[in-house]
């Protein structure tokens, strides 16, 4: 590993499902149609490399977050 490389990316969103075709398409990044629950009614899923490894993580909005106007975004 490179020291100041990023190790771990999440995509944040309100609907995985709406931008898994582009990101698969574009990217090669897939990820479950279900995410598992999280505490604060979130979801979270890992994403995954066409070859199976994993890319990072991807969080579904709750409805708290929704309702604040949260925007989409990726994180490093």
């Known amino acids: 590993m490179n020291?100041?490389?990023?190790?771990?990316?999440?995509?944040?969103t309100s609907d995985p499902a709406k931008v898994a075709g582009y990101y698969r398409e574009v990217a090669g990044l897939c990820w479950s149609d279900e995410g598992g629950p999280m505490p604060n009614g979130a979801t979270y899923r890992n994403i995954t490399r066409a070859d199976g490894s994993t890319a990072g993580g991807l969080?579904?909005?709750?409805?708290?977050?929704?309702?604040?106007?949260?925007?989409g975004m990726w994180a490093v």
């Open 3 to 12: 020291e100041g490389f990023p190790v771990w990316y999440e995509l944040m």
């Open 59 to 71: 969080l579904a909005y709750n409805q708290q977050m929704l309702d604040a106007g949260m925007p």
